[in-house]
């Protein structure tokens, strides 16, 4: 029985080399896996802040009261320009023998990534001062649960990418650090549509109704 | 040292307080802290450090991490199965009497027991037998991630060596295994226990969620050439569900977990009373999470019985297809029964009644499984080894449990035994024939392929007669006093006619413990005897699947060259077929994964990090949080991971084997349990 090969998108691996392809299949399908089981995490944050949101507030704020949409929106353009970026990232990856495409859109990747964190903290900073504390309600602390869990991921992407960039130095554009690329841009995506469902569900919803 | 102070290590407590609880607890301590130095002084004494550093503690062989996981279960099971006795030994004296526990011993006793016995062992112990058996009956020759495997094991690993140092340090949660806030809140459990409990669970949780992913992550991509899903072994089949049931269940777990922390740590209000907490949505996670762990626990359970039934009946599996079918649906609609673990909490009447219905239907995929292994005996040649006994009683008890369990599906009858000893009586009636009875099958059948040599079939079936009598007498008075209205997790009664039935069941927890003792009995004595018991050919029960057909213990790449798989019970094929044990054409260079120390520094790195944060001492979270995710960076830098195991040794080695088996007589089904098996099966035609 003859195996179909999978040659994954993206993947810059040589096109005859066939065993570094069925090796990085089962990584890569593992990180999908994971990245379901991470989904799942952030679905019950979901489910606890649609259940904590209205139900939740205690008398104090309200979502309407503390939510900067602008500020939210500016973020959702950064976060999805980023993912642009990265996915520039990854055709350069694949299509162009060069370094320097490379680590210049990523460069670019980490620089909205970091302005998308720093206007989070930002936002965060405000509401706080405003007594918007996850002390306050339980509304809030599922506010900054689900908020600052994604924000976390995003940190943790953008720690991910540096060290990235550091092994593409160090060593070079091996296997290892290419299917790392791939996992990493697969996981900066899933955060993507983790934030527009934060957008959609917590800033719009929250504001709307 | 943040809150820890002097007055918190037991033993000043037993010093201070000279008490029998008190004493109890300095006695459990003490021979903890013994066990620990009695290992240590061995150790040295055999100069085993060494050994036990390069050859187990650093190995990321899928195998030796098998093992690893099944000696944590043991050690946790010792722990907590004493606990049940003395829980048992405490309510069976206390009728109208304080007994010799305090109400504040006996919650932590029982919330202990409870967390061990399904985290720290049964978890412990399916992952282990998974990480052992699975890749070899897949043909693989390791799982798809073998160094985030170790890293699973070091996390549950953290998890147990917490759950043991609150034995010494502190004191563990009074609140039960599910810790149901608010009582588990900084309001009413303001010590540390909780925080054990915590981040012990958090550890696992999150080993177990890396373990599913793993795992399924190898039934799909690792496979053997040949081995279509449907020739996959029942056992795989199991471990497949297993594993997505942890991808998906685990998750609801560490969130809930993490929600408490942050609520008794940093004020939050998921959970409290006040300012919109909200505690039913702490039931609906854990049992979210819980009910499919019921599950994550009893399907590899099902498929090691699947498995022993087939081999000691000689026969192949009755209805493979419908096997597979009822383990799918029993992983979905493990989903969909949460709520009937809190009738009792306000959801209304229809609610009720769909969970209700729901938690009926899995009756019936399990059903089918009855069947199926019943009519998998028919006309068998049944052999009654330990295993195939504990598969039997297995069979017999669960039945009694399943339907004590679609009694309790009754919303209307739940009311009335809600957290009553009938529902104890039922949990334990499924858990222990279910995952227990299955995991002990498992160590019977597959010991002789990890060690080289077979257990004494005597103390077996000794430790096999405790086992099955002491669970009768033990947990079926517990249904009657469940209806006599006895509930759980009482210190003292004040109503006469409990202490028959209750003497009764301390009786039968002695038995329980005598069956643990036989087991350990039975290690030692065929350890002493393992010249008369080995089976160097590998294959001493005429078995069927891949697993078998390599020595014992197998080498560390499993097979020589990856077999070709042409249908179900692949091994047996190749025997009829005479095609076992014949010398392949080529050999090829084997690449295997280098040790790596990364596993164990993440694993004192999550204790260092779980015992900072039980006890405040903030710098320690920060040096322990920077020792593990440091190790994982480092780590990432290492470019040379596997080491290559030349063609030439692998031929040398394997054709020495194989030399060895074709000099080995074969071994008639009725001979099994004489010094004649050496591991090669009679075939008949």
């Known amino acids: 029985m003859k195996r179909q090969t999978v040659l994954h998108p993206g993947l810059n691996l040589g096109s005859a080399d066939e065993y570094s392809h069925a090796q990085s299949e089962p990584v890569i399908f593992g990180f999908w896996v994971f990245l379901m089981a991470d989904l799942v995490l952030f679905a019950i944050l979901f489910a606890t802040y649609a259940s904590m949101s209205v139900q939740g507030q205690a008398g104090g704020p309200s979502p309407t009261d503390v939510f900067d949409l602008p500020s939210a929106f500016i973020e959702t353009m950064l976060l999805l320009g980023s993912s642009i970026t990265f996915g520039m990232a990854s055709l350069a990856l694949k299509y162009k023998a060069d370094r320097l495409h490379l680590v210049l859109w990523l460069l670019l990747t980490f620089c909205l990534g970091a302005g998308f964190i720093g206007m989070e903290v930002r936002d965060f900073w405000i509401m706080m001062q405003q007594g918007a504390v996850p002390q306050r309600s339980g509304f809030l602390s599922a506010f900054y649960m689900l908020v600052a869990t994604h924000g976390l991921h995003v940190t943790a992407g953008l720690l991910w990418m540096i060290i990235l960039l550091v092994q593409l130095r160090v060593l070079g554009r091996t296997t290892a650090v290419k299917l790392r690329l791939m996992r990493l841009a697969l996981f900066w995506h899933m955060l993507d549509i983790v934030w527009v469902c934060i957008f959609t569900f917590v800033y719009l919803f929250g504001v709307a109704l | ?685």
């Open chain 2, 1 to 685: 040292m943040g809150t820890l102070t002097p007055q918190d290590i037991s033993f000043v407590q037993t010093f201070e307080n000279p008490v029998m609880s008190e004493f109890i607890d300095g006695a459990a301590g003490s021979v903890l802290v013994l066990g620990i130095i009695t290992v240590t002084v061995l150790l040295t004494y055999y100069r085993g450090w060494k050994a036990l550093w390069f050859d187990w503690l650093t190995s990321v062989d899928h195998k030796k991490i098998g093992i690893m996981y099944i000696v944590v279960s043991f050690v946790m099971l010792a722990r907590a199965i004493i606990e049940g006795v003395l829980m048992r030994y405490q309510q069976s004296i206390a009728v109208n009497d304080p007994g010799v526990l305090t109400p504040d011993h006996f919650g932590q006793l029982f919330s202990t027991h409870g967390s061990i016995m399904i985290f720290f062992m049964a978890m412990p112990f399916i992952t282990g037998m998974i990480n052992y058996v699975m890749p070899q009956q897949l043909g693989a020759r390791d799982v798809s991630f073998p160094l985030l495997n170790a890293i699973s094991l070091w996390l549950t690993a953290a998890g147990a060596a917490l759950v043991m140092i609150s034995l010494v340090v502190g004191k563990f949660s009074t609140g039960g295994w599910t810790a149901y806030p608010p009582y588990t809140g900084i309001e009413f459990s303001p010590g540390e226990g909780v925080d054990y409990w915590i981040w012990s669970i958090s550890l696992t949780s999150i080993g177990s969620t890396l373990t599913g992913v793993n795992f399924a992550t190898t039934i799909y991509k690792n496979r053997a050439p040949g081995m279509t899903l449907f020739r996959m072994p029942l056992f795989c089949w199991t471990s497949l569900c297993t594993s997505v049931l942890m991808i998906f269940a685990m998750a609801p777990l560490t969130i809930a977990t993490l929600m408490l922390a942050l609520d008794r740590y940093a004020g939050f209000h998921f959970f409290t009373n006040d300012l919109g907490g909200n505690m039913m949505n702490y039931a609906n996670l854990f049992w979210l999470f819980g009910h499919p762990e019921v599950y994550i626990l009893i399907l590899p359970a099902f498929g090691v019985f699947s498995e022993v039934i087939s081999t000691f009946s000689g026969k192949t599996i009755y209805g493979y297809k419908s096997l597979v079918v009822a383990t799918m649906s029993i992983a979905v609609l493990s989903f969909t029964v949460w709520l009937h673990h809190f009738f009792t909490m306000g959801q209304g009447a229809n609610v009720n009644a769909i969970f209700g219905i729901a938690t009926m239907l899995i009756g019936v995929p399990t059903g089918v499984k009855v069947y199926d292994w019943l009519l998998t005996m028919v006309r068998g040649r049944i052999r009654l080894t330990t295993a195939m006994l504990f598969s039997i009683m297995f069979l017999v008890t669960f039945v009694i449990g399943g339907l004590t369990g679609v009694i309790l599906a009754n919303p209307p009858v739940d009311f009335a035994v809600h957290n009553s000893l009938f529902l104890v009586a039922h949990f334990h009636n499924m858990v222990i024939p279910g995952v227990l009875f299955g995991m002990i099958a498992g160590y019977q059948f597959w010991f002789p392929k990890a060690f080289g040599f077979r257990l004494a079939e005597r103390w077996g079936k000794a430790s096999f007669w405790c086992w099955s009598i002491g669970f009768y007498l033990t947990f079926m008075p517990l249904y009657a006093l469940g209806l006599m209205g006895a509930m759980r997790r009482t210190v003292e009664w004040f109503r006469p006619e409990y202490l028959g039935w209750l003497q009764v069941a301390f009786v039968g927890a002695l038995l329980l413990f005598s069956g643990f003792i036989f087991l350990c009995v039975q290690l030692v004595v065929s350890v002493r005897q393992r010249d008369q018991r080995r089976v160097p050919a590998g294959d001493p029960w005429d078995g069927r699947s891949l697993e078998w057909s390599n020595s014992a213990p197998p080498p560390e790449y499993n097979f020589a060259v990856i077999p070709e798989v042409s249908g179900q019970d692949a091994f047996t094929r190749l025997k009829e077929q005479g095609k076992a044990y014949v010398s392949p054409a080529t050999y090829e260079d084997i690449a295997v994964p280098k040790n790596s120390i990364v596993a164990p520094v993440i694993g004192v790195g999550a204790i260092g990090l779980g015992f900072a944060l039980v006890w405040h001492i903030w710098w320690l979270v920060a040096v322990s949080f920077v020792i593990i995710w440091g190790a994982v960076i480092a780590r990432s830098f290492v470019a040379e991971t596997e080491r290559v195991i030349p063609a030439s040794k692998v031929r040398a080695d394997h054709e020495a084997w194989l030399a060895q088996v074709r000099e080995c007589a074969t071994t008639p089904r009725e001979q099994e349990d004489t010094s004649t098996n050496v591991g090669r099966a009679e075939v008949l035609a």
